[in-house]
C-alpha cells in the first residue's frame, strides 16, 4: 500500500523497543506526518491533530504537496487552524498503512509483513507515540490537541497518559469510550473481513484478497458514518438508469446502492484488512476511565461515573468538544459527557451540538458550520 | 424447514394461477394462517394481523396450540385484541417459509424448490394474497387490519387495492415507502447472503448453507432492530468470562457480542436464505404512492407528496399508527406520515409516539406501553 503514503510524509522514529500496553513491543517502529506554519522560538504555537482511522497525514495542501488534504478547508494560512499563526503537525495513526508502522508493516524480525504477529494495539499506544513525536519536535507543551473521531480518543489518551502535553483541546465527533451499539457495528464490520474466504487468518495477497469482507466493512461504515435524514434528502428513492444497473438477480437497483458501491470500491484496495481489524478493536477497548480504575463492571451510572472519573483527572485550561445531533456512531451524547468531565477536572470546556445532517462525517463535509465554530475557538486560544 | 410451521397451521388456496403484481403467475400457491375467537353472525368482528418478515402465523397459544405464539401478551380472551370479541386471524407472507408458498416451497412445474425461479415478489402481491384469505374466510369488511413492520406495508397495500376492505386501521412500526437509509442496510444484508460462497446463486443445500452470510444478515437485522440507547443500559462495556469467550483472534469479547451471536445462531437455520432475499427485496420496491401515480424521481418534497397521494386515496374510517422514538429502521415520522395521510383521505387517524428505547422492536418487548395503547384502541371500535 505503499503507493498511498503521499510524498510530502516525514518521518519519526519511535524508541526501540516501543513497549506497547497490552503486551509486546515494536523495534524500528515510526510514525509518519507533515507540518505545516513555522514553530515559533517559544515554541508554543503547535497544534497537533490525531485524524480518525483511516485518514493518511496529508490533512492540507503544502508547497511540498499541493494535493489537496483531507481536513482542506480547515487548515491553512488564513484557514480556520490558522497556518500563519499556528505550526500544525498531523500524525498518521501508529496501527495504520498509511506511512505509520502497523500490521502490514514489515516485522524487523522476520522481514515479512507482522499481520496477526503485530502486538495487540490500543488507542494508548497510538497516544504514546503521539506524545513521542511532540517530543522530538522540540515541543514541550501543545497549544491544542484536536482530536476527530477514532483520533478524539487518542487526544483524551494522551492528556490523561501526558500530563501537561497540551493547553488546550479540540475533540470533534469523540468518545471517552466506545459504546456497545458501536462496538457492534464495528465487531460486524470484522467479521465481514475476517469470514471472507481470502482473508486466510490475515495472510492473503494481492492476488487472493478479501475483497468482499472490505467492501462489505465499508459499505456498513459509510451507512453508519451519514444519515437518514441527509440521504432522504440526497437519494430519496431515485433509481439507476438502465445501463447503471447489473443483470445479476438481486443486483443494484437504487442511487443509495450504487453509491455505497463507488465508496466501498474506493477503499477496499486501499486500506489493508488487517490494519483495519486492528485499529477498529482499538477503539472498543477503550475506555479512559480504565486509566484510573480497574475495568468498571457495574450498571449503566457506574460505567458513567467511571470514564467520568478519567475525564475530571485530565489538567487542561480550556477545551471545545463538536458534535453532530445525527450522529449515530458516536452519538452527541458523548461529546457532552467529555465536555462535561473536563469542566469537573478544571478546564473551560463547552460543547457545541451542530444539526448537521451528515451524521459522524460531518466535521468532514459541513464546513459551513464547522469552519466558523472552529475559527472562533482557535482565535479565542 | 417444515419443522418450522406450527402444528395449528391452517392453509387457504390461492386462485390458480395467481397473477403476481411484476409479472409472472403462481400455480397452487396458499397463504398459512391460524385463528382465534369466532366469527360473529353479522361476520362483522373480523381483525386481521399483519405480521413483520419473519413471524409464522402463530401468534398466540390457543387450544389447538398451547404453545406461546409471537405477539402473546397483545392476543387472546381479555388481552387487548380481545378474542371474547374479536374474530382474530394472522396469516404467514406470501414468500415466507413458515407456511406460506414462498421461493422455498415446491414448484408444481418441476417438483423442485423454486428458489430464483420464484417470480418477483412485491408486497401488492401479499396484500392480494391477504384479499383472498379474508374473502375465503367468508368476510366482506374486516373491523380492522393490523400490520406491524413490513406488515404495516402490506396493510397499506391492502387498504388502497380492496378498497373497503376494513373500517379501521391499526399500523405499528410501519411506513407507506421505503427510505433510502433502510434499503442501505437490506441491501447489505442481502449482499452478506449472496457473497457467501455456499450460497451459489440459490442452489445451496442442507450441507452447503450459506451459514456466515445468514449470520452477517440477522446480527445487521439485530442492531438496526434495537437501539443505541437500550444498549447503553443493557450491556455497556461489559465482557464476557473467559469461558466464554473464544480464543480465535478477534473473537468475541464483549457481552454485546455474545447476544448478537446466540440471535444470529437461533435465526441462520431457521429462515431459508432465498426467501428472506424476496421479502426483503419486496420492501425496497414498496411506495404506496405508485398506486396512483407513475414512480416519482423528484426531490424530497416531489418524493413525500407522491407517498402522501397514496395515503390521501384510502378511504378508511379510523386509524391508529404507532411508533418508538428510538427506531432507526422505520423511523417514527413514517407512522406519522401515514397518519397524516390517512386523516387527509377522511379517516380520523393519530399517531402515538412510544418512548420506548428498544428500536424498532419495541412492539414485540415493550408491552407495558404498547398492550394499554392497543387495548384503548380496539376498545374504542
Known amino acids: 500500500m505503499t503507493e498511498f503514503i503521499p510524498p510530502s510524509t ?28 513555522e514553530l ?29 488534504g483531507w481536513w482542506e478547508p480547515m487548515v491553512g494560512p488564513g484557514k480556520p487552524i490558522d497556518t500563519d499563526r499556528w505550526f500544525v503537525i498531523c500524525a498518521n ?3 495504520s498503512c498509511k506511512g505509520s508502522t502497523g500490521p502490514a508493516s ?17 488507542i494508548e499506544d497510538g497516544a504514546d507515540a503521539l506524545a513521542h513525536v511532540v517530543r522530538a519536535l522540540g515541543i514541550e507543551r501543545l497549544a491544542c490537541v484536536v482530536g476527530n473521531s477514532m483520533g478524539g480518543m487518542v487526544a483524551l489518551s494522551l492528556l490523561i497518559r501526558h500530563p501537561g502535553i497540551a493547553a488546550a483541546h479540540l475533540n470533534v465527533a469523540g468518545a471517552a469510550r466506545a459504546l456497545p451499539w458501536s462496538i457492534a457495528i464495528r465487531s460486524l464490520q470484522r467479521e465481514a473481513i475476517r469470514l471472507d474466504p481470502n482473508f486466510n487468518g ?3 495477497s494481492d492476488a487472493a484478497y478479501p475483497e468482499s469482507g472490505m467492501r ?7 451507512i453508519t458514518y451519514r444519515s437518514a435524514l441527509e440521504w432522504d434528502g440526497r437519494f430519496g428513492r431515485v433509481r439507476l438508469d438502465s445501463e447503471q444497473t447489473d443483470d445479476e438477480p438481486f443486483g443494484l437497483e437504487f442511487q443509495v ?43 449503566r451510572a457506574a460505567s458513567q461515573a467511571h470514564t467520568r472519573a478519567g475525564l475530571a483527572a485530565i489538567r487542561i485550561d480550556r477545551a471545545l468538544t463538536i458534535g453532530a445531533q445525527t450522529d449515530v456512531l458516536f452519538p452527541l451524547q458523548q461529546q457532552m459527557e467529555i465536555a462535561d468531565g473536563l469542566r469537573e477536572g478544571g478546564a473551560a470546556a463547552e460543547c457545541l451540538p451542530m444539526p448537521s445532517p451528515q451524521g459522524h462525517d460531518a466535521f468532514l463535509v459541513d464546513y459551513e458550520r464547522y469552519c466558523p465554530a472552529i475559527r472562533t475557538f482557535f482565535d479565542s486560544l
Open 106 to 122: 514489515s516485522n524487523p524480525d522476520t522481514g515479512l509483513p507482522y499481520r496477526f504477529r503485530f502486538p495487540e494495539l490500543s
Open 93 to 95: 495513526p501508529l496501527g
Open 40 to 68: 515559533n522560538a517559544a515554541a508554543d504555537n503547535a497544534v497537533l491533530v490525531a485524524p480518525g482511522l483511516s485518514p493518511n497525514a496529508h490533512m492540507a495542501s503544502s508547497e511540498a504537496n499541493p494535493a489537496d
Open 257 to 299: 446502492e450504487s453509491y455505497l458501491e463507488a465508496h466501498a470500491r474506493r477503499f477496499v484496495r486501499h486500506f489493508d484488512p488487517n490494519c483495519y481489524l486492528y485499529l477498529s478493536r482499538s477503539m472498543d477497548w477503550f475506555d479512559l476511565g480504565d486509566h484510573c480504575a480497574e475495568r468498571e463492571v457495574g450498571d
Open 202 to 204: 490475515g495472510d492473503y
Open 216 to 222: 462489505m466493512a465499508r459499505k456498513l461504515g459509510v
Open 10 to 37: 516525514r518521518w519519526i522514529d519511535l524508541p526501540s523497543p516501543f513497549p506497547m500496553k497490552r503486551g509486546g513491543r515494536l523495534h524500528g517502529a515510526r510514525i509518519a506526518y507533515e507540518t505545516w506554519g
